[in-house]
């Protein structure tokens, strides 16, 4: 594994963290809130935002119009049955979902469940950092790459380590700062 694929890799493990975060409920609405539901359309899972438009008229609901009305029934059993915690109104042609505030403890668990996240975006930072160090190791003993090559490389990729799990730290802050803010 060379360190422009260890980066490209630990890039990609960022956006995961991110999207993974947009997930997360913070008291105000946001539609990528339901980017893991999909719906069960003609027999195959289809993501909801392919059925509908989403969009937020304000900070407290989140609007839901099918693109084809046949379909609103379906979005509201898969909205149901998700684990975004909140309850469709159905009023014939969309489907409006309101946001409740969040209490405090629930604000805590939220926090906890960012934590979560951002702990395995580290350890999935640290793998990679680990594949990469065998790979240098393997072509230094195979002589490949000389000793001051190899912790030359090995300086670079502690460098790219630090750098992105900064940078799922600086997310995780963001985000603990989202949930707390009332």
């Known amino acids: 594994m060379k360190l422009a694929e260890a980066e490209s890799t630990m890039q990609k493990t960022v956006e995961s ?7 997360i409920r913070t008291g105000r609405a946001n539609a990528s809130l339901l980017d893991k539901i999909t719906v069960d359309y003609y027999g195959s899972p289809t993501p909801l935002k392919s059925l509908a438009n989403i969009s937020t008229p304000d900070s407290t609901t989140i609007l839901i119009q099918p693109y084809d009305r046949n379909t609103l029934n379906l979005i509201e059993k898969a909205i149901s049955m998700s684990d975004v915690g909140l309850t469709p109104n159905n009023d014939g042609s969309l489907i409006r979902l309101n946001i409740p505030q969040l209490t405090s403890d629930r604000r805590k668990e939220l926090v906890k469940i960012a934590a979560k996240y951002a702990e395995e975006g580290r350890v999935a930072i640290r793998n990679i950092r680990r594949d990469a160090l ?3 190791r393997k072509l230094e003993k195979n002589a490949e790459i000389s000793e001051d090559e190899a912790r030359d490389q090995q300086d670079k990729l502690q460098k790219l380590t630090n750098k992105y799990t900064a940078r799922i730290d600086e997310l995780l802050t963001e985000k603990e700062k989202d949930i ?3």
């Open 17 to 23: 963290t991110q999207r993974a975060f947009n997930t």
């Open 134 to 136: 065998d790979t240098i």
């Open 180 to 182: 707390t803010t009332v």
